[in-house]
């Protein structure tokens, strides 16, 4: 079955940097578009970042446009998010995400991992 | 603050049906029909729902569904049942490549 299993999370200093990973299965990874969402506590769900399934496409949310990098590793099945620069605000519960097959637009989260979470404080 | 408006809370009581509203102010979520929507129940991953307005993915439940109508997207949830009870979110892609997603609503199953 399809699993997505996110890494990397923890606690950092505002401006330091900090990169996670989500490990794929389950499907043809270099066939799919992948994202980063995520939810700071106590609030909505905020798009972060969506890469190609060969990674010569990316787009960011304005909040991290310039600070944050996705990229993936197909013979890895590995999704990544480099970020840099970080905000106490950057807080929240990190999740990657596939696109729908044969989605049309962005915005089509069919599966989610579990998440995890960066918290940003001095 | 988020340019897609939920209400904060919407409740029913088992067995009857709800309406959540997603009102966006842009042109892009008038002219466009890629509406999801998500369920999220505390400390689980997020669920798909429904896509471009009224689809549902395979597996999700009849119980769900949805429509727009001009500047409104609404998820309907007919027969409620106690584990419907959960937040749930609207999202829209908009023109330059971006997405964004509504405030949420926390539905209580009364």
């Known amino acids: 079955q399809v699993q997505l299993v996110e890494s990397g999370g923890g606690v950092v200093q505002p401006g330091r940097s900090l990169r996670l990973s989500c490990a794929v299965s389950g499907f043809t990874f270099s066939s799919f578009g992948m994202n980063w969402v995520r939810q700071a506590p106590g609030k909505g769900l905020e798009w972060v970042a969506v890469i190609s399934y060969d990674g010569s496409n990316e787009y960011y949310g304005d909040y991290v446009k310039g600070r944050f990098t996705i990229s993936r590793e197909n013979s890895k099945n590995t999704l990544y998010l480099q970020m840099t620069s970080l905000r106490n605000e950057d807080t929240a519960v990190y999740y990657c995400?596939?696109?729908?097959?044969?989605?049309?637009?962005?915005?089509?989260?069919?599966?989610w991992g579990q998440g995890t979470l960066v918290t940003v404080s001095s | 603050q988020s340019a897609l408006t939920q209400p904060a809370s919407v409740s029913g009581s088992p067995g009857q049906s709800i309406t959540i509203s997603c009102t966006g102010t842009s042109s892009d979520f008038v002219s466009y029909n890629f509406v999801s929507w998500y369920q999220v129940h505390p400390g689980k991953a997020p669920k798909f729902l429904i896509y471009e307005v009224s689809n549902r993915p395979s597996g999700v439940s009849n119980r769900f569904s949805g429509s727009k109508s001009g500047n409104t997207a609404s998820l309907t949830i007919s027969g409620l049942q106690a584990e419907d009870e959960a937040d749930y979110y609207c999202s829209s892609y908009r023109s330059s490549n971006n997405v964004e997603f509504g405030g949420g609503t926390k539905v209580t199953v009364l």
């Open positions: 995400a596939r696109t729908r097959p044969g989605s049309r637009a962005y915005g089509e989260f069919d599966y």
